[in-house]
């Protein structure tokens, strides 16, 4: 069978229901389609923030396994990402938008692209100043050039197929498109805000009921919805009272019932979600025209397409970059808004916490996979659990080669996932022990059924995943030995990483 084309697309902060095919009400068409002639997981995770997923993502290992370059700049004598692994097979590899893998910072001298777009400043999107193509800097972008990042994401990636097709058209090719959409601050060009005005005027107790409904309907999740967590917020979050007093008496720092927010607080906060699901249309948009181009190509039919988010919704209200504009309009370049913790709880829906944690608010992530040549099922489910690990071993088993056992001569650990292959093609159960998590001392083991996790300093819970997905009802007193058995699993697998490479700094 003639070896596919991959390509990844990676959004950032993208809430688990806010696809359309993940029972959001925000236009996905093109992520629709994937759905529906290809397969969703139900139970994909990520590690729960931005760089820990991009290293799983790229190398097939643990975000605490992977080491860092050496300090003469070189790749380690082992873990390295997967374009290293696909240039033996005769692939070409492509990446165009965010990169933020802390190991490798170059994504050609380290990452192994043939080509690449690197949007470096995550704090702007109509006026970027720091971005590189090819690990050379670029000009920064005139603020009236017509510059949106997801359009120049998609861009970039066209012209690298264009040249690909027509200088290198004998080799397979690897298309890394990541987004940096809906990530913070929320900007989108003015005519995507425009269609989702008054949208969600109704508040996010109505947007979480909505899409639950929708969510089961599809059989996705059979979960009940996890109740507001008014008190939980990220600790680097600013104050209510820096928020009032830089962004405005609109604004609001807690996940608190919409009904109890002033009429003031509801017209602001639904404006910001009408943002947030325009930059989620945009990226759904420009993501349809590489694949449209694939199309033209005559490509699409042998390209394996994949969508993943890098974690959950973020619940983050700081300002960075240019700082806010008070007097800009909302989505501006001039304005710097987060989603905050009342909307990320409703894209999150059903599941508790957010970004940064690794309870089910956190970690959970669409997983769409679309390839016309190899798979026959259409718009099926994938309950198995699995997890950004398994991409690389994935990729690599479709090419036709699993990882070799040494590198440089040096014997190297296996690769921390599983292929996906034969659950792709007959909904197989992954054989595997379990799914380790940590991230700034949030903690988790998924094992069969059984979910064991715990935040920063806390105790460790325990729910079974089958009953409870949103994680309602802690069971660790009624199974003190299954706690026992997982937290012995997650501190051996904690300390072995340690000893390969170190304490990885998260």
Not at 279 to 302: F, P, T, Y
Request: proline share 6%; glycine share 8%.
């Amino acid at each position: 069978m003639k070896q596919p084309n991959f390509l990844i697309i990676v959004a950032d902060d993208m809430g688990f229901s806010d696809a359309g095919c993940y029972g959001g009400e925000i236009s996905t068409p093109n992520l629709d389609a994937l759905a529906d002639k290809g397969l969703r997981f139900t139970q994909h995770y990520s590690t729960g923030r931005c760089w820990p997923s991009r290293a799983c993502i790229l190398t097939g290992n643990y975000y605490q396994q992977v080491p860092h370059i050496k300090a003469d700049g070189t790749l380690p004598d082992w873990g390295r990402p997967v374009p290293h692994y696909l240039k033996a097979l005769g692939y070409r590899s492509y990446h165009s938008g965010k990169w933020h893998v802390n190991q490798y910072p170059m994504p050609v001298a380290h990452g192994g692209f043939d080509r690449s777009y690197h949007i470096r400043d995550y704090d702007r999107n109509f006026a970027v100043k720091e971005h590189n193509l090819d690990d050379k800097p670029l000009e920064p972008v005139d603020s009236h050039s017509g510059y949106y990042s997801s359009t120049a994401i998609s861009e970039k990636a066209i012209e690298f197929l264009s040249e690909h097709q027509q200088d290198h058209s004998q080799h397979p090719f690897f298309l890394y498109l990541a987004f940096i959409a809906p990530h913070f601050p929320l900007h989108a060009p003015q005519a995507d805000i425009d269609a989702y005005r008054n949208r969600y005027d109704q508040g996010w107790d109505k947007v979480r009921e909505d899409r639950l409904e929708r969510l089961r309907r599809m059989g996705i999740t059979n979960c009940e919805l996890s109740p507001r967590q008014p008190n939980t917020k990220p600790s680097w979050n600013l104050s209510a009272e820096s928020l009032s007093e830089e962004i405005g008496s609109g604004e609001a720092s807690r996940a608190v019932s919409w009904r109890s927010l002033t009429a003031e607080q509801k017209d602001f906060q639904a404006k910001k979600m009408e943002i947030h699901a325009a930059m989620v249309h945009r990226m759904d948009r420009e993501a349809g025209r590489v694949i449209d181009h694939l199309k033209e190509m005559g490509q699409w039919e042998n390209t394996v397409t994949l969508f993943v988010s890098d974690n959950g919704a973020s619940a983050e209200q700081i300002i960075r970059g240019d700082r806010h504009d008070k007097t800009s309009v909302p989505g501006s370049g001039d304005s710097y808004l987060c989603l905050g913790p009342g909307w990320s709880t409703a894209a999150n829906t059903p599941f508790r916490y957010h970004k940064s944690w690794v309870h089910e608010g956190g970690i959970a992530s669409p997983l769409m996979v679309h390839w016309p040549d190899g798979i026959h099922a259409s718009g099926e489910l994938r309950h198995t659990p699995c997890h950004f690990v398994d991409i690389v071993p994935t990729l690599l088993d479709l090419a036709g080669q699993s990882s070799p056992p040494e590198w440089r001569g040096e014997d190297v650990p296996p690769l921390a996932g599983e292929s996906l292959a034969r659950t792709i093609q007959d909904g197989s159960d992954l054989k595997r022990e379990c799914i380790f998590f940590r991230h700034i001392g949030h903690r988790a083991l998924r094992m069969g059924t059984w979910k064991l996790v715990a935040v920063h300093h806390g105790k460790w819970e325990l729910y079974d995943m089958e009953a409870d997905r949103s994680e309602l009802e802690n069971l660790a007193d009624n199974y003190p030995e299954q706690v026992r058995l997982m937290a012995e699993i997650w501190e051996r697998m904690h300390q072995s990483f340690i000893g390969q490479v170190g304490e990885v700094r998260d």
